[in-house]
């Protein structure tokens, strides 16, 4: 099994009164993150809406079964070579 590169539509970001940024993703199914829409403990003040185009990257190394969390591509923003990005091991692990 190969590496794998997930992306998934952001269609807006939730301001926390923390101080925290929490994006808000859609899947290619048409599905929203439970996880970012069921926020508990949390105090939202705002939600703003994401660039036309902006992506979550999601990786897979193919030795694993936990997601890491590699970026966003934003419309008019530099992108890294995810693939390099995630064979580093400079990433985040994520619930997917």
Known sequence: MENRIVKD???G???T???GIIPLTMGWDGTTDE???DIENIEVISVIPAPPGSLQVLGLKSNSE???FLGYEI???DSPDW???LD???VKEVEA
């Open 13 to 15: 970001f939730a301001i």
């Open 66 to 68: 936990v997601y890491s």
């Open 88 to 90: 580093s091991g400079i």
């Open 9 to 11: 539509a952001v269609i």
């Open 83 to 85: 693939e390099k990005k």
């Open 17 to 19: 009164k923390e101080g």
């Open 75 to 77: 419309p008019g923003a």
């Open 35 to 37: 996880y970012c829409l």
